[in-house]
């Protein structure tokens, strides 16, 4: 069945440095989303990623869709406290029947 | 505008008995979601509703799990009877619903944290 990877499960980094997270599926997606998780909390929707080749950006977090629709990468610049977390991938199979989550990647930030 | 709503929070029962957990979604979504998360894993889907009807419900243990979305509102998990390996949390999520295979995104409740002893 439809599986979806993220690598890597950890991260952590000093304040103000960048991370990326890589989410990669087993079949052609139909679109891709991306949470974020804070501790304790529950997922909060980021973004969803349609077209081959997407690009978008929020403020700091720059997302990216492959393109041939399996890969996809969450890329943060210079990162903050407040991006502590756990973010996810979700990709829809191309016919639409289901979501599958990524395990996550964690991410720690020391100031 | 309320968010998708839970309860209980914390549920804490010993094996063999039974639990259920009610969520409430954002007025208007006729998609409805549970799901289950353990301890550094995503959210793994349930069941999901389109309005009343459970239009995805394999990956539901239905030996002891069963669902309910009376008048496409409301909807109940229930578990009968727990397991040890049921302790998780429970996740809720609504959305608008999906558009030509296109998922629109998901609005998550707080969950509900299971423990089983």
Redesign the interface.
Known sequence: GQQVMQIPQYQHVQEGEDFTTYCNSSTTLSNIQWYKQRPGGHPVFLIQLVKSGEVKKQKRLTFQFGEAKKNSSLHITATQTTDVGTYFCAGSNQAGTALIFGKGTTLSVSS | EAGVVQSPRYKIIEKKQPVAFWCNPISGHNTLYWYLQNL??????LIRYENEEAV?DSQLPKDRFSAERLKGVDSTLKIQPAELGDSAVY?C?SSPG?S????????????TRLTVL
């Open positions: 550094g894993q995503g959210p793994e889907l995805d996740l999520a999906t030509g295979g296109t998922y629109n995104e998901q609005f998550f409740g707080p969950g």
